[in-house]
């Protein structure tokens, strides 16, 4: 059984550009969460997925967008890179049982993205 | 804003000895959620508390939840090399708030 997968492993990208991470949820899990986990700090809720809607949403600007596909599927944008982006984005899928509720988030082993 | 203040953050013992971290919030979590994250990897759940006054032993790991559900702390018997990690709480919202609220964490190193 496959947990949660992330690619790419690591990117280096430039200021100004634009990222899109990817993220394949355990087999089962219908909604997707992404963080933020700057050294050394603990991970920051960016927002999180759920039947292809963004039901929640963290402290971020806009410049992070998400989207989730038909077979569950994540996709994590950053438009305009700055330097404090530089961090590891971990996605993390759950199981919400009737959309209310949900059950234990298991995380990826997250995008290493460097920006300079 | 919910906030979860963990300590210490860092610590660096021996083979052998005893520790014991916090995880302390002004705010009531519906459940705390302890992880541990290794270099390079996501963080994996040890163990989720529920009830206030819940202990929770995981072989030589005890984990106790506050009578008022916002601190909790991880103890750790006869520390070995294999624990060294950074330790994460992180308080669960409940309801309609699906995220997850994360402390700076704690990371252990443990000497041979």
């Known amino acids: 059984d496959a947990g949660v997968t992330q690619s790419p492993t690591h990117l280096i990208k430039t200021r100004g550009q634009q990222v899109t991470l990817r993220c394949s949820p355990k087999s089962g899990h219908d909604t997707v969460s992404w963080y933020q986990q700057a050294l050394g700090q603990g991970p920051q809720f960016i927002f999180q997925?759920?039947?292809?809607?963004?039901?929640q949403r963290g402290n971020f600007p806009d410049r992070f967008s998400g989207h989730q596909f038909p077979n569950y599927s994540s996709e994590l944008n950053v438009n305009a890179l700055l330097l404090g982006d530089s961090a590891l984005y971990l996605c993390a899928s759950s199981l919400s049982l009737s959309g209310a509720y949900q059950e234990t988030q298991y995380f990826g082993p997250g995008t290493r993205l460097l920006v300079l | 804003t919910q906030l979860l203040e963990q300590s210490p953050q860092f610590l660096s013992i021996q083979e052998g000895e005893n520790l014991t971290v916090y995880c302390n919030s002004s705010s009531v979590f519906s459940s705390l959620q302890w992880y541990r994250q290794e270099p390079g990897e996501g963080p994996v759940l040890l163990v989720t508390?529920?009830?206030?006054?819940e202990v929770k032993k995981l072989k030589r790991l005890t984990f106790q939840f506050g009578d008022a559900r916002k601190d909790s702390s991880l103890h750790i018997t006869a520390a070995q090399t294999g624990d060294t990690g950074l330790y994460l709480c992180a308080g669960v919202g409940g309801g309609s708030n699906y995220k997850l609220t994360f402390g700076k964490g704690t990371l252990l190193t443990v000497n041979p």
């Open positions: 997925y759920y039947e292809e809607e963004e039901r």
């Open positions: 508390v529920v009830t206030g006054g």
